[in-house]
């Protein structure tokens, strides 16, 4: 098993930024760790990725060169620093865990969530 606790979310005014953690434990070895996030109405979307080595990462198109995922292993933490925000990112972020890079969007273990809200 693995848990996962996300930290970080909160209210930000357009153009601003957020820094989201997410502390790792249990079986720690996972090949990815993910952040997805959800609006209502709709289903979780992949926002980011990484491989527990870091050789790998996955940005959504939406927030490619505004997000930037990175892990800490010998923090066990994953982050994901968002910049430029809009209002569009306002959702429930949720960190994930997997394995098998060709199917990140399927992991295995959630977090619960952490709400962000960016105001216009």
């Known amino acids: 098993q693995v848990q996962l606790v996300e930290s970080g979310g909160g209210l930000v005014q357009a153009g601003g930024s957020l820094r989201l953690s997410c502390a790792v434990s249990?079986?720690?070895?996972?090949?990815?760790l993910a952040w997805f996030r959800r609006t209502p109405g709709k289903e979780r979307d992949i926002v980011a990725a990484?491989?527990?080595?870091?050789?790998?990462?996955f940005y959504a198109d939406s927030v490619k060169g505004r997000f930037t995922i990175s892990r800490d292993n010998g923090k066990n933490t994953v982050y994901l620093q968002m910049n430029s925000l809009k209002p569009e990112d306002t959702a429930v972020y949720y960190c994930?865990?997997?394995?098998?890079?060709?199917?990140?969007?399927?992991?295995?273990?959630w977090g619960q969530g952490t709400q962000v809200t960016v105001s216009s």
């Open positions: 990484i491989t527990w080595n870091g050789s790998r990462t």
């Open positions: 994930a865990a997997g394995s098998g890079w060709a199917r990140i969007n399927e992991p295995h273990f």
């Open positions: 249990g079986r720690t070895v996972s090949s990815y």
